[in-house]
């Protein structure tokens, strides 16, 4: 008897955790994923961390503002949550601090040139969205140096940051090729800059995005952008994109699909300047239902209230902020790179900028 009832106990106890076990997953929201979406709309506008030092993607301009390819999809977001794409909120987020302002939730989404990778995604409990940027890694000198390859670089020192994936390339390619160098480690763009303009390495390395953004900016006093030239190999590949915490699925697909409406956008010629027109008169199924919109009087698509967004948030970040094409052109080919012939170019055109279908 005395056995039977220890069992009994042990089982009543079992089966009290089990039930106590679900009912806790059941009522955490983080676990079931949307944490984040939930927040930020009760809240009223979006916490973004992004570069401040990289023309192009993320910079700070002197009267303040942000700007920048990351910058613009920051606004995007917030027009698709809110209908105004003002509603953000930019934290500053370094090479150093970036994960630990995600995981900490310091942040909504990092939208700031990092790259997707193996270990990130897995080991930093971090989810990346849509690639927004096809880069890789490239080396700068000045344009009278007579490093002219790779292979001149022998003997060189080169600036670099430090704790990021730029280092690690660094040291893979040119050990790979045998080529003898000094890494000299900073901790972000300024650093950097100031230490080649002291002469103290010979060439500092990046992403060739960010090297375009520098040698855009680069000083007058010290022989401007023409005074600089980027090697022509390629070290790496370096996709870059938005990133979320894992586990939130709700904010990930919102995340996700609104840089997929743009490049959507771009392919079915939907721009700020006709969005209006065409959601009064879609001129397809596919463009109804990105805007949407009813199409030759049938249903409307369930795309933005599968999302917990309005059915028309994309004609807000369209109209405010743009399709892809014209997020491009107002910040990235500023800085000198052409998107025609690039990696960047519409699928359609021979580039990787695809979007799967709304439907």
């Known amino acids: 008897m005395r056995l039977s009832k220890l069992l009994f106990v042990v089982m009543t106890l079992f089966v009290i955790g089990l039930v106590a076990a679900a009912c806790t997953a059941e009522g955490d929201d983080s676990s079931a994923g949307g944490a984040t979406l939930k927040t930020v709309q009760d809240r009223g506008n979006i916490v973004v961390g992004v570069k401040d030092s990289q023309p192009g993607f993320g910079n700070l301009e002197p009267d303040g503002s942000f700007s920048g390819q990351d910058v613009e999809y920051a606004r995007a977001l917030a027009a698709a949550l809110f209908g105004d794409s003002s509603k953000v909120e930019f934290v500053v987020a370094s090479a150093a601090d ?9 942040i909504d989404v ?23 940027f096809y880069d890789g890694q490239g080396i700068i000198v000045r344009a009278d140096s007579p490093i002219r390859s790779l292979p001149d670089l022998a003997g060189s020192t080169i600036c670099v940051t430090g704790g990021t994936t ?3 390339n ?5 050990g790979a090729a045998g080529i003898d160098h000094t890494a000299l480690s900073f901790e972000g763009d300024a650093e950097i800059l100031a230490a080649f303009i002291a002469g103290r390495c010979d060439a500092f390395t990046g992403d060739k995005g960010n090297l375009a953004g520098q040698r855009s900016a680069f000083p007058a006093d010290e022989g401007g952008p023409d005074s600089l030239r980027i090697l022509p190999e390629t070290l790496s590949k370096e996709p870059l994109g938005p990133v979320v915490r894992d586990g939130d699925t709700e904010w990930y697909d919102v995340v996700q699909w ?6 959507l956008a771009d392919e079915l010629g939907v721009n700020s300047g006709n969005v209006s027109a065409m959601a009064a008169n879609p001129p397809s199924k596919d463009v109804a239902a990105l805007l949407g919109v009813s199409f030759e009087g049938g249903a409307v698509s369930e795309f933005g209230a599968s999302l917990g967004l309005s059915p028309t948030f ?15 052109e107002r910040t990235i080919a500023k800085i000198g790179l052409a998107r025609e012939g690039s990696l960047n170019a519409s699928w359609l055109d021979g580039g990787l900028i695809y979007a799967p279908p709304v439907r």
């Open 166 to 168: 730029t280092e690690v």
């Open 110 to 132: 990092l939208i700031r040139t990092t790259t997707w990778t193996s270990s990130r995604d897995i080991d930093l409990k971090a989810s990346f969205t849509a690639t927004t």
């Open 170 to 174: 660094l040291a893979t390619r040119l």
């Open 314 to 328: 994309m004609q807000s970040v369209i109209g405010q902020v743009g399709n892809y094409d014209e997020i491009y």
């Open 258 to 263: 609104v840089v997929f409406g743009t490049m």
């Open 98 to 106: 970036r994960f630990e302002l995600l995981s900490s939730e310091e």
